[in-house]
């Protein structure tokens, strides 16, 4: 069995955001030279998430109003975590969304 390890570090300019890591990823998997298998993306921050989905804004505006009804950001003080950060939803988002995404490779591409 073959295996290869990339990382991505991605900053954002807000509390939340969607970015498209689909071209990292294709990039990473030429690199690894892996032709057929499983690859696993997985995001390693504890309130960040690897999900597939159309990168389409509406859909991308339907999340957040779905997760801002089951988790909402505002009052920091409904949730007991918040004690030592401000950040109790991006938690409760995460476990919503997933925390990684594991794509078939077929032919050396991701196999939608």
Avoid at 18 to 35: D, F
Avoid at 54 to 78: K, M, N, Q
Avoid at 81 to 96: I, P, T, V
Wanted: net charge negative; charged share 25%; glycine share 6%.
């Amino acid at each position: 069995m073959k295996s290869y390890r990339k990382e991505l570090f991605i900053n954002t300019p807000t509390r939340r955001a969607y970015v498209n890591i689909t071209p990292q990823v294709e990039a990473a998997l030429k690199e690894s030279g892996i032709r057929e298998g499983l690859l696993l993306v997985n995001a390693m921050h504890i309130t960040a998430r690897v999900f597939i989905n159309d990168d389409e804004s509406g859909l991308h505006a339907d999340f957040e109003t779905w997760l801002e009804t089951l988790a909402p950001e505002r009052p920091h003080a409904r949730y007991k975590h918040n004690g030592y950060e401000d950040n109790a939803d991006a938690h409760l988002k995460r476990q919503l969304m997933g925390r990684e995404a594991v794509c078939a490779v077929t032919g050396g591409q991701l196999d939608f």
